[in-house]
């Protein structure tokens, strides 16, 4: 795995800002994978504004976003639709997006539609991932089978409460949702995991050093042939200069 460390969010944000930016210029229509959550924030706030500064074209691009809570309307200020149009696509264009409905009547047939539409249309180029306290991947919990694609997944207590700070009460937190499996993911042609703050130090250090294990889902990535992670320093807290180099 690629290691970039940085010194800080900001700096995280730009670098993968740059990866993407890359990739699109590259190939226009690229498929890009998304992900939500305060991490890749900074990084759409970047792709908007080069866009508006005319020095990025999403025009041709799709989107396939990793994940969507199950039962929460799609205009619910929390839900990841929500999120994408506030942080991205209010503001850009792009050619599809493409986000799980988690309020689809069969869910399974929704999952197997979701696999269906990536695959159809070739791929993902560039898949963005951010990781939970627990080293979860979307919402790939740990203990996920690696072999799945795309499914029901049942949220942790400790990713309920990470996510509680959105929500008005914990309790408002849904239980559920569709995540992208950990075998849609790793199929991504190229992978950038982004990571910030002290709080994602114990996973990021396990991801590197630990043993690649379906316990910590994020390990998985060290099985990827073009898997990047770009980590600031406070994340990075765990590891040493060595290990950061060697992994
Ligand atoms: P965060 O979540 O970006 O809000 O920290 C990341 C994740 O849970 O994957």
Do not use: W
């Not at 504004?49 to 799709?62: H, K």
Request: charged share 20%.
């Amino acid at each position: 795995m690629r290691i970039i460390t940085v010194p800080d969010y900001a700096a995280m944000s730009r670098v993968a800002a740059d990866l993407v930016s890359a990739e699109v210029a590259h190939s226009p229509r690229s498929v890009l994978g998304l992900a939500t959550g305060s991490t890749p924030e900074g990084l759409y706030a970047e792709l908007v504004a080069r866009v508006r500064m005319g020095t990025l074209n999403l025009s041709f691009v799709t989107t396939f976003n990793l994940d969507e809570y199950i039962g929460l309307p799609e205009e619910h200020e929390t839900s990841y639709h929500f999120f994408m149009r506030r942080h991205l696509f209010d503001h850009v264009q792009v050619r599809e997006y493409h986000i799980p409905n988690g309020n689809a009547p069969d869910l399974l047939a929704e999952c197997r539609r979701y696999d269906g539409l990536i695959a159809e249309i070739g791929g993902i180029d560039l898949q963005i991932l951010g990781i939970g306290r627990n080293g979860h991947i979307g919402f790939n919990e740990p203990g996920s089978p690696f072999g799945e694609g795309t499914r029901i997944v049942n949220l942790t207590p400790d990713t309920i409460a990470a996510n509680a700070r959105f929500f008005a009460s914990p309790d408002q937190v849904p239980r559920q949702a569709l995540s992208m499996g950990i075998k849609t993911i790793m199929r991504a042609r190229s992978i950038v995991l982004l990571a910030s703050g002290e709080g994602k130090a114990q996973a990021v250090a396990g991801m590197i050093k630990g043993p690649v294990t379906e316990a910590l889902p994020a390990s998985v990535l060290r099985l990827h042939p073009d898997a990047t992670l770009i980590v600031d320093e406070d994340a990075a807290s765990l590891l040493t200069r060595e290990e950061l180099t060697s992994a």
